[in-house]
């Protein structure tokens, strides 16, 4: 193996040294809201989907998706009808890269997820995300996007984060007024990833 990728679940992840990379960078500039890397509590995300998967053919979205490799792990593995959502365009250069060199078809969407609606909800089955709440201020709109999943009924709502104090006082809240619950998770390969990972179950 090459020493600028990595192989993890079954896909092939470049490394920001990747010459391929390199190229974007020059050609599309850096995107702007942390989606210039592929961040490490995804591998928590793709462990926990190994462990609990979808359905065979799901339509999944993912959200603040960054290089997409949570989606594009659906899609490889459960053979999902993958939506990637980032409101910055930037990201998707990267996201279909990875999606070439791993053999799968994504589909994007340029929105911040504050503005997905609960009828936008309807279209999908299970919605994934890892690392996206950083920020105080993304607590509340990420409690409110869950809430609308747990309204439109039957979505499955998987999230992954290292274990940051914004995630887990959005996850608690999440458990507090849904059936939701979030653990401490582990995943192994490639590196040894820890965290905590929420599921509003269906």
């Not at 990201?91 to 997905?116: D, I, M």
């Amino acid at each position: 193996m090459a020493e600028n990728q990595r192989q993890a679940y079954g896909l092939t992840i470049l490394k920001n040294n990747h010459a391929e990379v390199r190229r974007l960078r020059k050609q599309t500039g850096l995107p702007s809201i942390h989606g210039n890397k592929f961040w490490k509590s995804t591998y928590l995300l793709m462990d926990y989907l190994h462990e609990y998967p979808p359905k065979a053919g799901a339509r999944v979205l993912e959200i603040g998706c960054g290089w997409g490799l949570g989606g594009i792990f659906c899609a490889k593995a459960f053979n999902s009808q993958v939506t990637a959502l980032d409101a910055d365009e930037k990201v998707f250069p990267y996201l279909q890269l990875h999606a070439e060199l791993n053999g799968v078809s994504v589909e994007t969407w340029k929105c911040r997820y504050e503005r997905v609606r609960k009828i936008d909800l309807k279209a999908f089955d299970v919605v994934i995300a890892a690392d996206v709440c950083f920020w105080d201020s993304m607590v509340n709109p990420l409690y409110n996007l869950v809430r609308r999943a747990h309204q439109a009924g039957d979505i499955r709502v998987v999230m992954s984060d290292p274990g940051r104090s914004t995630f887990r006082q959005m996850a608690g809240r999440c458990e507090e007024s849904m059936d939701a619950e979030y653990n401490s998770w582990y995943a192994p390969e490639p590196n040894s990833a820890t965290g905590v990972v929420l599921e509003l179950r269906v």
